[in-house]
């Protein structure tokens, strides 16, 4: 196991101390969440009694291949906890997520719960977000014109013109669990979430981005030296 792994099924051990019985839990994706997940399925195995929902077609997989119970958002919300990681985080507890590709469903979750926990290795925590690009989910219709909008808006606001990829798996585009395309664009130095957040969201053929601002109600970071539990200056709005 690396470092890494080992820092992540941290991070995944601290946020299970949040967890009481009978709880609503949104299940979070990628690698640090599967590291929860797998902890929160042997708890279950145990005998805790928690009814959760997942953010991807594979987290709920390996939720139901644990014995975890799950049922759509649509009859939980709103959620007790939802638990997730994320590819950067920054002092306010701005993320970027969607590195798996899954950050439209993990915002409705995370904006579906009384509580919002990122779970972390070092690696993730940034000085100012903006160094792993920024995935924006986009509707296959035309979506070169979507591209040539987010162009325009990232222009508008002072980031020039921006690389930006359409994520690939293999030879083919990579489809979201939502059957839609991912830009991956790299701003640069974001220098305000906020301000980035609400222009994103403005553009047509955008499903969602990869930006949560405003949202995390606190960050577990696992460091080899320690865990920090860092929460934002600000409260987050729900
Ligand atoms: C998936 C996500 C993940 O939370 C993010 O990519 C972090 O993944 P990992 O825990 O594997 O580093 O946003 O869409």
Redesign the pocket.
Known sequence: MSDADTL?IAAAGRALELVMPGMKLGL??????AAFVELLGERVRGGLKVICTATSEAIHEQARGLGIALAPLEELAPLDLAV????EADADLNLI???????TR?KIVAASAKKFVVIADGSKWVDRLGRFPLPVEAVPFAHQTTRARLQAAATALGYGKIPMTMRMKGAAPFVTDNGNLIYDCRFGAITDCAKLAAALSQVTGVVEH?LFVGMANRLILARVGGIEVIEPRTPPRH
Not at 28 to 33: I, Y
């Open positions: 992540k979070g994706s990628g690698s640090t969440s997730d990681g994320a590819d997520k969607g590195g798996g590709g899954a950050h993990e990869g």
